[in-house]
């Protein structure tokens, strides 16, 4: 009986100690795996944009609108104003 006891309590370490000598291999994994994801993101920052030609004209045409109505937009005649509009004259 002792026997039996004493062979669970070793393969119960053994099992221990293997689940231990895994981990540091797994986190070696984790690591090396983090470091080529940040290697491959710096690269990517280091390059243009895929299409700066198409947000820019997007951008420019929204700024010609907004400055077009600005342009051409008038003040609603305000006629209770002395000089606001053609009854004030």
């Known amino acids: ?3 039996i006891l ?3 309590k070793n393969l119960r ?3 221990a100690q ?3 000598l895994q981990r540091p291999n797994m986190a070696y994994k984790i690591s090396s ?3 080529i994801l940040f290697l491959l993101l710096s690269f990517s920052l280091l390059l243009p944009p895929s299409s700066p030609t198409n947000t820019h004209l997007m951008v420019q045409k929204i700024n010609e609108v907004i400055r077009r109505n600005l342009i051409g937009a008038k003040p609603p005649p ?3 104003h002395p000089g606001g509009g053609q009854n004030g004259r």
């Open 6 to 8: 004493l062979l669970q």
């Open 78 to 80: 305000n006629d209770h």
């Open 18 to 20: 293997k689940s231990v």
């Open 33 to 35: 795996v983090l470091f």
């Open 1 to 3: 009986m002792e026997v």
């Open 13 to 15: 370490l053994a099992s």
